[in-house]
């Protein structure tokens, strides 16, 4: 008789356990066809017949994969976490740090990273670095972002967010006046990243860091490699400011690829100017198209105007305003429309 007990109680159980795994192969082949609504109406109609822990946990995990928002997705995790440690918590904890950078909440990511970042041997450890470097970088805490980018970059040789981390971290070394370290890091990325898509922003920084050190020959060195390499980047025309102003300051340049000659810079304040546009790339075109037309001379420059950077196409410079209006009235005779404009 008891045998008989035992053995419909392991039928029972095993038909159980095929209908749960039928019912999740079925959920599963939602989400495969992103069908991420019925799966999860699906999730729902499951989680009250949940007896064990690990079926509770994925159901939940599964509900914050389907969710379309993060607040939902959050609630599931949250829940998740509530459990006994388990297969998920680690994924939980990278996911909802994730979702604290996204929306800028660093306290909440720093708070999921730091709780994985006591698991070292956690698959998510190097993830979880990167996140709170992150974390501490945005919310400009640049001391820690440095400690947790520093070992990412340690353990995280071929991480495809590693040169982000690199960039981050001499930014931060920058931004706390350690110039040195900030050069020294941005020189690493350099070799180690010769073609990497932050070069225009790291040359602008290592040219502002040479610079802040009065190193200023390796501070032009770099403003021209990045006005000559990168033409089109937004940080071009800064890197021309700061040309021009090191020139004014009496800090010797041989002339600049896209601005006229040194001594014109400095003695000729006076430019009749065609355009200003709000990019680069907008002015490279605009440049173009008055040479096309037969205009000659023409160079982009860099103005603010209420806090805002404007690029200006402009021809000249002129000493006097007297020839600045002479080469306004002949381009007007070419319904060429201009403006007068004094370097301060």
């Known amino acids: 008789m008891k045998k ?3 053995q419909i109680i392991v039928f029972f159980s095993l038909c159980n ?25 699906k999730l729902k109609s499951m989680l009250p017949q949940c007896k064990v822990d690990d079926e509770k946990v994925e159901i939940l995990y599964l509900l914050g ?8 997705a959050s609630f599931y995790y949250k829940e998740i976490l509530k459990e006994k440690e388990n297969a998920y918590t680690d994924r939980v904890l990278i996911h909802l740090a994730k979702i604290g950078l996204t929306h800028e909440d660093w306290t909440e990511a720093k708070q999921y990273s730091d709780k994985l970042l006591t698991k070292t041997f956690s698959l998510y450890y190097s993830e979880a670095l990167f996140m709170n470097a992150q974390a501490h970088f945005c919310n400009a805490e640049y001391f820690p972002a440095i400690t947790s980018y520093k070992e990412f970059i340690n353990i995280s ?14 930014t931060a070394y920058y931004e706390l006046k350690q110039y040195s370290k900030a050069i020294e890091q941005f020189s690493q990325m350099q070799e180690e990243s ?10 602008y920084l290592l040219g502002l860091s040479y610079e802040n050190r009065a190193e200023y020959t390796d501070a032009i060195t ?3 490699t990045l006005t000559n390499d990168y033409p089109y980047s937004q940080y071009s025309p800064l890197a021309e400011q700061q040309l021009v102003s090191l020139i004014e300051q009496g800090h010797y340049s041989s002339s600049l690829t896209t601005l006229p000659q040194t001594d014109e810079l400095i ?7 065609l355009a200003a546009l709000e990019s680069s790339t907008k002015a490279h075109k605009a440049q173009d198209e008055y040479k096309a037309l037969g205009v000659k001379n023409t160079f982009i420059f860099t103005k603010s105007v209420n806090g805002k950077i404007y690029y200006a196409v402009g021809v000249g410079p002129y000493s006097t305003e007297n020839e600045a209006l002479y080469k306004k009235n002949r381009l007007a005779e070419k319904n060429i ?8």
């Open 157 to 170: 040789l071929d991480s495809s967010q590693r040169e982000l981390a690199m960039l981050n971290c001499g």
């Open 4 to 6: 008989t007990i035992c």
């Open 194 to 203: 010769p073609n990497s898509n932050f070069n225009p922003y790291m040359l």
């Open 222 to 224: 770099h403003y021209k």
């Open 267 to 273: 003695d000729k304040k006076y430019i009749v100017q």
């Open 337 to 344: 429309n201009s403006y007068i404009y004094k370097k301060t």
């Open 17 to 41: 356990i095929s209908l749960w795994g039928q019912s999740l192969s079925v959920v599963y082949n939602y989400i495969a066809k992103n069908k991420y609504n019925t799966a999860s109406q």
């Open 65 to 72: 994969q389907c969710a379309d928002n993060a607040d939902d």
